[in-house]
């Protein structure tokens, strides 16, 4: 229990060298889950979970001042928690939220310490200490690796046996709801896909993709290679002297337009 405790901890600590190694998006549900699952013995539920809470945590995206919540450490315990007491996505979507916004608490509280530390970091940068201004960058990184370590090692260690007795007395028809909310995620989640990118120039191939898999029974797949082929045709990437012909034309247009 105790080495899958650190193990877990480990892959919480894994998510946030995500953003130290630039975008490489390892810290989001559907990547941190599966290796949950590969710790806990259950890979094929993992993935699932993974994939849910991916898109229930589709919108916790830093955007100006706004903190998400803290979707690493919620990810991991819920999957790990769902894992460990023979769950399934509904008991992960139940406690992903409420354990992230504890977690984006206790974050906001290590915040004020690392505001101190950004002081010796102006000092540095004004004496010109170049290795000051690199090791308080470092320390505020450490502290926020090792703070999400600890409270996913302490959470699942001693937590165990007290969230599955609270999962046992939560009431059949919420986790019932939970179950049915759960499957109505991945709709949800290409909702807000199509928002950002519905047009249209691009909303008569959605319907095409629609007529395919609906009423001729196209799986998915096919449906996929289809929209890659019209993707090729549409751009020209077959052809590299039409699609040079296309961006210079694109590239006058633009110029036009100022």
């Not at 013995?41 to 803290?70: C, T």
């Not at 979707?71 to 023979?86: D, H, N, R, Y």
């Amino acid at each position: 229990m105790l080495l899958q405790a650190i193990l877990i901890g480990l892959v919480a600590a894994l998510g946030v060298l995500g953003d130290q190694m630039g975008s490489l998006y390892i810290n989001r549900p559907i990547i941190l889950a599966p290796l949950v699952g590969l710790i806990v013995g259950n890979l094929e539920q993992s993935i699932v979970i993974g994939a849910s809470l991916e898109l229930f945590f589709m919108g916790a995206v830093s955007v100006g001042a706004y903190i998400p919540p803290d979707t690493i450490v919620g990810g991991v315990l819920a999957t790990a928690f769902a894992l460990s007491t023979g769950r399934g996505i509904e008991t992960a979507v139940t406690l992903a939220m409420p354990i992230a916004l504890v977690s984006q608490a206790l974050g906001n509280l290590c915040n004020v310490f690392n505001s101190i530390i950004l002081r010796w970091t102006d000092d540095y940068a004004a004496k010109g200490n170049y290795n000051g201004v690199v090791f308080t960058h470092w320390l505020i990184g450490m502290i926020t690796v090792v703070r999400r370590f600890l409270l996913v090692l302490f959470a699942y260690y001693l937590g165990g046996d007290a969230v599955g007795n609270l999962i046992n007395a939560i009431p059949e028809f919420v986790t019932n709801g939970m179950a049915a909310a759960a499957g109505l995620l991945p709709a949800l989640g290409f909702a807000m896909l199509m928002r950002m990118t519905i047009n249209k120039q691009n909303i008569p191939y959605y319907f095409l993709g629609f007529i395919l898999a609906a009423y001729m029974g196209v799986p998915v797949l096919g449906v996929a290679m289809i929209g890659v082929i019209l993707v090729l045709v549409k751009f020209n990437f077959l052809d590299k002297q039409a699609a040079t012909e296309t961006e210079a034309v694109q590239g006058v247009s633009d110029d036009d337009d100022f």
